[in-house]
């Protein structure tokens, strides 16, 4: 069973920057994508960036390019979103999610896509960012 623990978030001003943390344990053998997602008060849950483990291939939401990163340490099976410039518009539930094992040829969006109904999910980490 695939566990997945968030950490980072907080309070932060606009223009500020966090770093989620997402530790995963229980991942099947073999390749896995890992995603970041965020839901407001309010709004529909957005998908944010995913990385796929085998070659490190990402994915971002127009919304956040150019922002925010995503990375992984493989060794540590533990994925990283930076987040930089934040606006106010950024404030959300942030939850990790993720596919294990992920199978070839899925690319990080397709990955999304299937963890919505059938991956595993963190808690959330409340992210605030005050304008």
């Known amino acids: 069973e695939v566990q997945l623990v968030e950490s980072g978030g907080g309070l932060v001003q606009a223009g500020g920057s966090l770093r989620l943390s997402c530790a995963a344990s229980?991942?099947?053998?073999?390749?896995?994508?890992i995603g970041w997602f965020r839901q407001a008060p309010g709004k529909e849950r957005e998908g944010v960036s995913c990385?796929?483990?085998?070659?490190?291939?990402?994915y971002y939401a127009d919304s956040v390019k150019g922002r925010f990163t995503v990375s992984s340490d493989n060794a540590e099976k533990t994925v990283y979103l930076q987040m930089n410039s934040l606006e106010a518009d950024d404030t959300a539930v942030y939850y990790c999610?993720?596919?294990?094992?992920?199978?070839?040829?899925?690319?990080?969006?397709?990955?999304?896509?299937?963890?919505?109904?059938?991956?595993?999910w963190g808690q959330g980490t409340q992210v605030t960012v005050s304008s």
């Open positions: 229980g991942l099947a053998f073999g390749d896995y994508a």
């Open positions: 999610a993720a596919i294990s094992p992920l199978l070839v040829g899925i690319s990080p969006y397709q990955a999304m896509g299937i963890m919505t109904d059938f991956g595993s």
């Open positions: 990385i796929r483990s085998s070659d490190g291939t990402t």
